[in-house]
């Protein structure tokens, strides 16, 4: 039972990942049919965004009220009757309005699942249940590009991936029991387990920590919180950057067509879910903070690569290496919560990491956005590198400052 609740929460992850490529690689055709500008595709990531950084935050609160199973069933529910709703619009307004059901959706549902995994699975599972969000992802631009290309139409791609959608939400509505049988299997489990000493520790850890937080007014004040959340912020910002502005960059810069940019995108995503594949065997042997290290100089590599002005196929091969760069960090520093801030503090501070996460996701992009109106799609390159280069500062000062404090201890 336990091994079907995993592939229920992987399936729950596809769901979440199958919109969020969408709009970017639909967005070189969408635009013009809609009468909108190139740099509006930034204010419906932001409402998304949005709407994922409000339900994330209350997350803790519906979890209690209705639980996880609910939550998750609801939440593709939304995001299914969004995705129909994005097939039929007429205009940027109606997009306006869909995208907020879409990021209202997401959030509750990513808080939860996120951090039901990072406080009873080890890193690997981590690692696969966002290897499944990148399956959604990448499957998404494929689906686009398929209907740009067979039927010259993004509307049809999107009403694909709302049945695809819908076909989920049956999965989960059939196995909704599951959810209260496997909670109380781990309630019972955990019961009857003894503490082992490393918990025990970890325990003497979480009241430090809870004296920590009382003496100094607040969770945001761990030893730190702060710059961990900076590179939530970063992460989000420049994986949804690349996400949603790498096809117009190919058009709009590169002259590539539009269905192709829609498949290299694609292949962007693509970058990611086979580096958390990958991921969740490498951490049988090597830890997160070491694999977050070299994720993020392998994706600097690739927006080097990207950045250089040569064949369009080293462009492909900048988005792939950044993909693949990309793929360790996100899962990585979630999953280490619990280790650096005590499992006393991880559900609150998972809400909030996901919150600050989509806040990046819900500023850096459409300030690309306006920066591209007002100057050239072109500078994509170097905002990526920027944004990735902040992201390695703001990791690493994170272990400098838990190595010190641990040297002290």
Known sequence: MATWFLMIIYMAFISLGLPDSLLGSAWPVMYPDLHASLGSAGIIAMIIAAGTIVSSLFSGRLIAMIGTGKITLISCLMTAAALFGFSAAPSMLWLIVLAIPLGLGAGAVDAALNHYVAANYQAHHMNWLHCFWGVGATMGPIIMSYSIATNDSW???????????????????????????????????????????????????????????????????????????????????????????????????????????????????????????????????????MLIRCGQLISIVGGIILLLPMADGLALAGLILIGLGLAPIYPGLLHETPTRFGKSNSAKLMGYQMAVAYTGTTFLPPLFGLLATRTSVGMFPWVVLVFLVLMLYSAERVNRILSYRKGRN
């Open 155 to 289: 509307r049809s791609g999107y009403l694909t991936v709302a049945g695809i959608q819908l076909g989920l939400v049956i999965i989960l509505l059939i196995t909704l029991p599951l959810w209260s049988k496997v909670a109380a299997i781990h309630a019972r489990e955990q019961a009857e387990s003894p503490l082992s000493s490393a918990e025990q520790n970890d325990n003497w850890e979480q009241h430090k920590d809870a004296a920590t937080m009382k003496n100094r007014n607040g969770i945001l004040n761990l030893h730190g919180i702060k710059p961990t959340l900076a590179a939530f912020l970063l992460y989000c910002g420049v994986e949804m950057t690349v996400g949603l502005w790498g096809a117009s960059y190919l058009v709009g810069a590169r002259g590539i067509s539009a269905q192709t940019a829609a498949a290299w995108v694609s292949l962007y995503y693509g970058g990611i879910t086979v580096g958390r594949f990958i991921t969740g065997f490498i951490t049988l042997r090597v830890g997160n903070t």
